[in-house]
């Protein structure tokens, strides 16, 4: 469970380099939509550390023991191809490709695509947990997966407007990036309950 927490943290720190970095094109360099730039590294990279902050929650839950049923097995496939499907339909269903932009193409696809990963695989971790630890890791989860969930409506947002030329600097999407913030910042201290009772138990 320490390496999922340090992997969301990291996550979420990523996050925070990417705001630095597209604050100073915007403020400082005078660009108006900085997509994409040098801050998609952050933004990106914090996307790898949700996924293997999610496996590792996986593996701290008891989720491997879950799979051993039909049902579990039937829930890991089906979820994630639902929501990837999902996010195919909404994101890049009637997508145009303009192969002079190829970096924006990889990210368009990118973004949506990597973040259904992670969000698939939390809602699999939350069906699978029922009963594990006496149940006591299914609040947290679920907490980390509405983090998760904000997160990727803010995304979605910013690409939404930036591919239409929408996006403002202070706009509501800039209210849903720091709400994502505060939720994952929440679901880590939560973590903290979990690691108190376990060490009651014992």
């Not at 907490?143 to 998760?148: G, Y």
């Amino acid at each position: 469970m320490g390496k999922s927490l340090i992997f969301f943290a990291s996550g979420l720190g990523f996050q925070e380099l990417g705001q630095l970095t597209y604050s100073y094109y915007i403020y400082v360099l005078n660009i108006e939509v900085p997509y994409p730039s040098f801050g998609d590294i952050f933004y990106y990279g914090s996307i790898i550390f949700y996924i293997l902050g999610v496996l590792y929650l996986a593996k701290a839950s008891g989720v491997q023991v879950s799979l051993k049923s039909v049902k579990g097995k039937i829930n890991a496939l089906l979820i994630p191809i639902v929501i990837l499907l999902l996010s195919y339909y909404v994101f890049l269903q009637g997508y145009e490709f303009d192969w002079s932009q190829f970096l924006t193409i990889i990210l368009d696809f990118g973004y949506p695509l990597g973040q259904a990963i992670y969000v698939s695989l939390a809602f699999l971790i939350y069906l699978l947990t029922r009963g594990v630890l006496g149940g006591l890791m299914r609040p947290k989860i679920l907490f980390v997966l509405v983090a998760l969930l904000a997160q990727y409506l803010a995304d979605w947002t910013f690409l939404y407007q930036a591919s239409r030329g929408t996006w403002s600097v202070s706009g509501i999407n800039d209210y849903m990036y720091f709400f994502a913030y505060f939720l994952m910042a929440l679901a880590l201290i939560q973590f903290d309950t979990v690691y108190k009772k376990l060490h009651e138990k014992k």
